[in-house]
């Protein structure tokens, strides 16, 4: 079986979707800024201040062809800037999970652990510069994505199916 692969804007959803696939389906979850954090010791944010964001996106690139050889039957989330990958398609069906900046921005501001959800992206900590890169991604997702959900006005039980649904 085909991996499923989710892209989309920080904060869009992509790891709780991730894991209700995950309980509706016989697929494996697994998550690339898990995996980085895991191969580096420690979080993304102190990866981006101790070493910026191209030595990320090197760790990225190096799960990404690791992916592609050793993974499959598998829901991989990814983070936002994952779908830069040059392998991407050929790591499995790509989901773009879709909402406009504003809805995705007051998600994260309503959420109990707000603080903590904005602190864990350092590309949110200035608005302004996040709406720009989100407006920059945007027609780009849209061009590496496989299948395009609208996550709007759905609760995440129902995205799940639906992407299921479309997959299969």
């Given at each position: 079986?085909?991996?499923?692969?989710?892209?989309?804007?920080?904060?869009v959803?992509?790891?709780?979707?991730?894991?209700?696939?995950?309980?509706?389906?016989s697929?494996?979850g697994?998550?690339?800024?898990?995996?980085?954090?895991?191969?580096?010791?420690?979080?993304?944010?102190?990866?981006?201040?101790?070493?910026?964001?191209?030595?990320?996106?090197?760790?990225?690139?190096?799960?990404?062809?690791?992916?592609?050889?050793?993974?499959?039957?598998?829901?991989?989330?990814?983070?936002g800037?994952?779908?830069?990958?040059?392998?991407?398609?050929?790591?499995?069906?790509?989901?773009?999970?879709?909402?406009?900046?504003?809805?995705?921005?007051?998600r994260i501001?309503e959420?109990?652990?707000?603080?903590?959800?904005?602190?864990?992206?350092?590309?949110?900590?200035d608005?302004?510069?996040?709406?720009?890169?989100?407006?920059?991604?945007?027609?780009?997702?849209?061009?590496?994505?496989?299948?395009?959900?609208?996550?709007?006005?759905?609760?995440?039980?129902?995205?799940?199916?639906?992407?299921?649904?479309?997959?299969?």
């Amino acid at each position: 079986m085909k991996n499923i692969v989710l892209i989309g804007f920080m904060g869009v959803g992509k790891g709780s979707i991730a894991r209700e696939i995950v309980k509706k389906s016989s697929l494996i979850g697994l998550d690339t800024d898990d995996i980085i954090e895991s191969m580096e010791n420690r979080k993304i944010k102190t990866i981006f201040a101790e070493e910026g964001e191209d030595y990320f996106r090197t760790l990225e690139r190096k799960v990404a062809r690791w992916l592609q050889k050793e993974v499959e039957g598998t829901l991989i989330s990814t983070g936002g800037g994952f779908f830069k990958v040059p392998n991407l398609k050929k790591i499995g069906t790509v989901v773009l999970l879709n909402a406009p900046f504003e809805t995705i921005y007051n998600r994260i501001l309503e959420h109990p652990d707000a603080t903590k959800k904005l602190a864990k992206r350092p590309l949110f900590q200035d608005i302004e510069r996040a709406r720009a890169l989100y407006e920059e991604r945007l027609p780009l997702y849209l061009k590496a994505a496989d299948i395009v959900i609208d996550v709007s006005d759905k609760d995440i039980p129902k995205i799940a199916k639906e992407i299921l649904k479309k997959v299969k």
